[in-house]
């Protein structure tokens, strides 16, 4: 999952997009309104955390501008004033989410995860194909009970896959979705990391959930389903 | 008594009875005198008309009195009395309504008319006449053309008359005087009243609206009876104070919006950052990348608290105090210097024209804190290869400092809150430097220093003029 993060504050940014990146996000982060607009034009983002107050131009102008141009991205505005008129607005300026300065970091993470469900329109926090259990919250992965110990990069494919599932999905995709902008990934990064991926659930013994389609991409047709 | 209304009615009602009553018993007492007066009279008349009855005859003073013609000396209940004496006290005639009584005796004054009250022998109240008359011989033929005038005797008349009548009319007179009067006090009363609920009601309705005001959602002026020319200093001055409430309120909404959002985003920074460190514990280089971006917040946030102390400070008066003679070229070379790098790094030329030999007497310490906070405004908010200038020179008995930069995206009615605590051109926090307190630090210094502190705006020139006064 990707999700861009446009926050003008340096150390806010640091703590969320390291945050982020722990709990197994790629981020993108950018300190003013332009950039984040320019980034979430050109890039396919599972989610955009928008402060308000930012130089240049404010947040509601992006979300404003994005929703204009029929961006569909999810959006969690991110801001240090909360009044009631202040959240109404930014909802009808086409926000699904609001949390207000300074806020507790596992809020946002839950309301992130909360977020990339819907756009994956699924609500379920845990997502189970037979004995294969992916929890997002905690970011656990089992089989049949069975913690399997994945990688970050192992974990953010087999989520995007998950999220997924019968649908066939471009390698450029997948890439778009696990890696950060400054990521640089080899030509065989995905493929590596999709090889890595079967080797240990396999190795937990769950059968190959990832088919290879032949000039197109990957399908995510677990067991159980 | 509190109400103004109560009062005014109180003493316009104690002072229009006061005016009554004394009216009243004037207005008695003249009707008084007039109605005795004319009884008075009535006696006078009935006591001259005995006179002329008043003769001398060889026998001595006689008076022909006929008894059928005045009834009225009759005996009876509503008799008159009178009583005739020689001047030794010999009694001459009596009326028969004395029968055995006498009437009290003093010799009467020639052509003297003198009154009193007595009690009549009947018991009655009565009232008297005393009159002494010359009575003179019966005159007898004389054929000279201008004969001797006679000699007379004295004698000494009283007539005496019950004062019933008199006594009823003054009753009626003092009870027709005391029921008008009551009805007159009771009647400006009701008008009093009436007319001080009218007069006052503008002051009634003024009183209303200002209790009334909202200070959550003060109206923007009070629409009063601003026509009435007594009320309207009052409704000027309470709009105008109306204005200024409204505007402190705005700037302190303002100001308390401000705090907020500038201590908000360190708040939220350091916690953000802590969170992040704790929840994953073993990511030392994130952790110790968080605990320096979290010194970074507490020194922001002390330097905030030490401004805000030293503003807490001018505005309570307690700095200023100190009396030391200033080079002003030298204050000025020392804060350029203090933001050389500053002006280097975002490529401001900084031009300095101070008066030659320009010195005065003020606040070293706070001077600096002024002129500092001043050439960081035009050093940081100048647009990078801009210039500044900073000008000293004398005016009279002041030292004036201008500041001239280049502004970007200020406008004009932002000089109206460019010197409120906190406040910024820009909602977003981005430039961590400013907090948004440095022109209101300077202006309160400037007025610690019993000077000002003023801002100007032409197209994009921003200029700042201190004003101090030379306290030497």
Not at chain 1, 134 to 163: C, F, K, M, P, W
Not at chain 2, 168 to 178: I, T
Not at chain 2, 351 to 365: C, I, N, T
Not at chain 2, 419 to 448: D, I, M, N
């Amino acid at each position: 999952m990707k999700i861009l993060l446009v926050e003008d504050s340096e150390r806010l940014r640091l703590a969320i997009r390291t945050g982020l990146a722990n709990a197994g996000y790629a981020v993108d982060a950018v300190p003013d309104g332009r950039s984040g607009l320019s980034y979430a034009r050109k890039n396919p983002y599972d989610l955009i955390i928008l402060d308000i107050m930012l130089p240049g131009l404010d947040g509601l102008s992006v979300l404003r501008s994005l929703r204009q141009d029929s961006v569909p991205t999810h959006v969690l505005l991110l801001t240090a004033k909360g009044s009631v008129d202040e959240r109404v607005e930014g909802l009808r300026a086409g926000a699904d989410d609001y949390l207000v300065k300074p806020f507790d970091f596992e809020e946002l993470l839950a309301r992130v995860e909360a977020l990339v469900r819907r756009a994956f329109a699924t609500k379920a926090p845990v997502l189970e194909f037979g004995d294969l259990r992916i929890e997002t919250a905690s970011r656990r992965v089992s089989v049949d009970g069975h913690e399997v110990a994945l990688t970050q990069r192992e974990y953010r494919l087999l989520n995007y896959l998950a999220h997924k599932p019968d649908v066939v999905v471009s390698r450029i995709e997948i890439e778009d979705h696990i890696y950060h902008e400054h990521a640089l990934p080899s030509s065989n990064a995905v493929d590596s990391a999709v090889c890595s991926l079967r080797a240990k659930l396999k190795a937990h013994g769950y059968g190959n959930p990832i088919e290879t389609v032949r000039g197109e991409g990957y399908l995510f047709a677990p067991e159980g389903r | 008594m509190n109400s103004i209304r109560t009062r005014i009615l109180v003493f316009t009602l104690l002072s229009s009875w006061a005016l009554i009553l004394v009216s009243a018993l004037v207005w008695y007492r003249s009707a008084e005198g007039v109605l005795v007066s004319q009884f008075d009279e009535a006696l006078a008349v009935g006591a001259g008309s005995l006179a002329t009855l008043m003769t001398t005859t060889d026998h001595g003073v006689e008076l022909e009195f006929a008894d059928e013609l005045t009834p009225e000396f009759r005996p009876g209940p509503e008799a008159a009395y009178f009583e005739a004496w020689t001047a030794d006290g010999e009694v001459v005639e009596r009326s028969k309504s004395l029968l055995d009584h006498d009437l009290p005796f003093q010799p009467g004054k020639l052509g003297v008319h003198e009154y009193w009250n007595l009690r009549l022998p009947d018991g009655r109240a009565g009232r008297a006449c005393r009159v002494g008359v010359e009575v003179l011989p019966v005159e007898a033929e004389n054929e000279d053309e201008n004969p001797p005038r006679p000699t007379g005797v004295v004698a000494t008349i009283v007539v005496a008359e019950g004062r019933g009548r008199l006594d009823r009319a003054l009753a009626a007179l003092w009870y027709s005087v005391l029921v008008v009067g009551t009805l007159v006090a009771f009647g400006n009363l009701v008008l009093f009243h009436v007319v001080l609920t009218r007069g006052l009601r503008p002051l009634t309705r003024l009183g209303h609206d200002v209790a009334s005001l909202d200070p959550a959602d003060l109206p923007e002026r009070l629409d009063l009876e601003a026509d009435r020319k007594e009320l309207r200093p009052t409704v000027t001055g309470l709009n105008v104070l109306l204005g200024r409430v409204r505007e402190a309120m705005e700037r302190e909404k303002r100001t308390t919006s401000n705090i907020a959002h500038e201590l908000m985003t360190p708040i939220a920074e350091l916690r953000s950052l802590t969170e992040v460190a704790l929840k994953w514990p073993d990511k030392t280089d994130y952790a110790l990348e968080a605990l320096r971006g979290a010194h970074d917040v507490a020194v922001h946030m002390n330097g905030l608290a030490e401004t805000i102390l030293t503003l807490a400070r001018c505005q309570e008066g307690s700095l200023g105090g100190v009396e030391e003679r200033v080079d002003a070229g030298a204050a000025v070379e020392a804060a350029v210097r203090r933001h050389e790098a500053a002006a280097r790094r975002r490529d401001v030329r900084v031009d300095v024209e101070v008066e030659p030999g320009l010195a005065f007497v003020s606040d070293p310490a706070l001077l600096d804190v002024v002129l500092s906070v001043l050439v960081a405004n035009a050093v940081d908010h100048g647009p990078p290869g801009s210039p500044a200038l900073l000008r000293a020179r004398r005016a009279g008995d002041r030292v004036v400092f201008t500041f001239h930069n280049r502004v970007v995206d200020l406008e004009r009615a932002d000089l109206e809150h460019i010197a409120e605590p906190f406040w910024q051109k820009s909602a977003s926090r981005t430039e961590r430097r400013h907090t948004g307190l440095g022109l209101s630090l300077a202006s309160e210094v400037a007025t610690a220093l019993r000077g000002s502190l003023e801002f100007a705006l032409q197209a994009d020139e921003f200029s700042a003029t201190l004003s101090l006064p030379d306290r030497g």
